[in-house]
């Protein structure tokens, strides 16, 4: 069985360190660090040596959810979105954007965060946005 090693980014925080994912018949089975990577030399944190665990996870997400009646079920987009969006205007209409923070990810790219940001403050009235990459 042959194994390719495909050069990467862990993508759990803003570090960016160098691996190699593990690929054999088309999944991907383990990490290795890149020993020539310049930011992480070799090196990798619990989080990179497992990053890729969560690719098959059941637990993983795949369509958005919405809560009704106290309990979490599958919901379109569209659905989503709109009741996203309800939500917010009665936040800002009531309270203001004070009351509105957002999180963001390192999964995202720096354009994606950048968006992010200007929804929170020109559209949300709000500096209350942070990063993961931070925690
Ligand atoms: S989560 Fe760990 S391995 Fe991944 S980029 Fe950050 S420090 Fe590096």
Same mark, same amino acid.
Not at 7 to 27: I, N
Not at 45 to 51: A, D, F, I, R, Y
Not at 59 to 71: I, S
Not at 91 to 112: D, M, P, R, Y
């Given at each position: ?29 383990? =990490?290795?660090? %890149?020993?020539?990577?310049?930011? $992480? ?5 619990? !989080? /990179?040596?497992? @990053? ?20 979490? =079920?599958?919901? %379109?987009?569209?659905?989503?979105? $709109? ?5 917010? !205007? /009665?936040?800002? @209409? ?42």
């Amino acid at each position: 069985m042959q194994m390719e090693h495909v050069p990467s980014v862990c993508c759990f925080c803003g570090c960016g360190c160098g691996l190699y994912f593990h690929v054999s018949q088309g999944r991907i089975t383990g =990490v290795s660090p %890149s020993r020539n990577h310049p930011v $992480s030399k070799g090196n990798l944190c619990v !989080k /990179g040596w497992h @990053s890729y665990e969560s690719v098959y996870s059941p637990k993983r997400l795949t369509h958005p959810l919405v809560r009704k009646n106290g309990r979490l =079920v599958q919901a %379109s987009w569209d659905e989503a979105l $709109s009741i996203t969006v309800d939500a917010f !205007k /009665g936040v800002l @209409s009531q309270h203001g954007g004070s009351a509105i923070g957002l999180l963001s990810s390192a999964k995202c790219t720096n354009e994606e965060n950048y968006l992010l940001q200007k929804l929170a403050r020109a559209v949300l009235k709000t500096n209350n946005i942070d990063h993961c990459a931070r925690l």
